[in-house]
């Protein structure tokens, strides 16, 4: 899939998420928010003023989320995007509050909603993780400029061909007809077993 793909089912299938904050102590704080729109740019959500989560994120703009759907382990898609939210006020309330009508219940009118402002996750990089199909899926996506880094085992020239990573795979990932082995990264769980069981030290975490 494409990144808009990805913001898409984050706004559209999962809806709502847990970010994390930190507050003036530096201690992780969480608390459920719904991400309402998307472009190919980013993600918006709102607040309200008044709010610690509004202060937390005017002190420090770096947020991590994961928003999940399924209805058990085996049936789940998980996404974790980590990033920078910008206020940009609100201009947007109007779209958002078209978009999601459910709003007007907790807001209903103009005065009750003048303490509302809108952010933007402008910049980020994410990963989805699908339990619900065999093997399992992952893949790694960025927006708004961010560069996603290269996470996760590899394996370099010192692998001698004895197969052992693939014995002790879960998802049996390894490509083990070439030499060096193959780990395919968008089936790996990164449970690092590989690493662990390797006895020539050829498997690398990034």
Known sequence: MQTKNYLEYIVKEMHSAVFATVDKEGRPVTCAIDIMDYD???LYFLTAKGKN???RLKANENIAFT???GEDTLSCVAVS?????KEIGPD???ALFAKNPYMEKIYPDERSRSALTVFKICQGTGEWFDLSKQPIERASFSFGGAQAKESGYFVTDKCIGCKLCYSK???KCIDI???????QQEHCLHCGNCYEICPARAVERR
């Open 67 to 69: 928003a999940m759907k």
């Open 40 to 42: 190919e740019s980013g």
């Open 92 to 94: 947007m309330l109007p």
């Open 169 to 171: 795979c879960p998802q």
């Open 81 to 85: 995007v980590r990033g920078r939210a």
């Open 53 to 55: 989560f509004y202060d």
């Open 177 to 183: 007809s070439r030499k060096p082995v193959v780990i």
